[in-house]
T-cell receptor, first 115, second 116 residues
Framework: AQKVTQAQTEISVVEKEDVTLDCVYE???????LFWYKQPPSGELVFLIR??????QNEISGRYSWNFQKSTSSFNFTITASQVVDSAVYFC????????????FGPGTRLSVLP | NAGVTQTPKFRILKIGQSMTLQCTQD?????MYWYRQDPGMGLKLIYY???????DKGEVPNGYNVSRSTTEDFPLRLELAAPSQTSVYFC???????????????FGNGTRLTVT
């Protein structure tokens, strides 16, 4: 079975602080894909990043960075110098070719960035 | 290019009523999905389809039915609505994982359904 755990239910930070959202996954597949999605208060789901299991290189996109570590089955997401507009629920998700094309989502972490 | 379009945006049903949530995509994606998101929770897969004429159950299929007669459309049918089906429903589509930049899920804006 596949599973995604996001242990942090809610996080509050003050604007300009750095914050890391944790994601731990479980899968028996050797080929799999990890994703982060953002759900702002307006409710839509916005794709942020995809990483495949063969690419452990960390990625940076502006204030966002992702740390993928297969040794610990983690795919953590860091926001540097957080802003109020970063307030949202963030979902980590896992998919693989051998699991019926099912994207398994974590329960989400609600991030509140206070001014 | 509209992406994934869901209708309606909101709906209130009485217990026992039926309805169909519509979903259409114009990206020629093979795969389509229906998820539900209960308040404060993550997304749970109801049904998915890997192509026209092929559907399969997800994690929480009871009380729902789907069909996939065309690549573009993937309607979700609720029969005999129950309060437990109060949720936000998201339709999504994608190419198969690993086929390129379009392999992430593309979501519609959701349908907020209340059953009373």
């Amino acid at each position: 079975a596949q599973k995604v755990t996001q242990a942090q239910t809610e996080i509050s930070v003050v604007e300009k602080e750095d914050v890391t959202l944790d994601c731990v996954y479980e899968t028996r597949d050797t080929t799999y894909y990890l994703f982060w999605y953002k759900q702002p208060p307006s409710g839509e789901l916005v794709f942020l990043i995809r990483r495949n299991s063969f690419d452990e290189q960390n990625e940076i996109s502006g204030r966002y960075s992702w740390n993928f570590q297969k040794s610990t089955s983690s795919f953590n997401f860091t926001i540097t110098a957080s802003q109020v507009v970063d307030s949202a629920v963030y979902f980590c998700a896992l998919s693989s070719d051998n699991y019926g094309q099912n994207f398994v989502f974590g329960p989400g972490t609600r991030l509140s960035v206070l001014p | 290019n509209a992406g994934v379009t869901q209708t309606p945006k909101f709906r209130i049903l009485k217990i026992g009523q039926s309805m169909t949530l519509q979903c259409t995509q114009d990206m020629n994606h093979n795969y389509m999905y229906w998820y539900r998101q209960d308040p404060g929770m993550g997304l749970k897969l109801i049904y998915y389809s890997v192509g026209a004429g092929i559907t399969d159950k997800g994690e929480v299929p009871n009380g729902y039915n789907v069909s996939r007669s065309t690549t573009e459309d993937f309607p979700l049918r609720l029969e005999l609505a129950a309060p437990s089906q109060t949720s936000v429903y998201f339709c999504a589509s994608s190419f198969p994982p690993g086929t390129g930049p379009d392999s992430p899920l593309h979501f519609g804006n959701g349908t907020r359904l209340t059953v009373t």
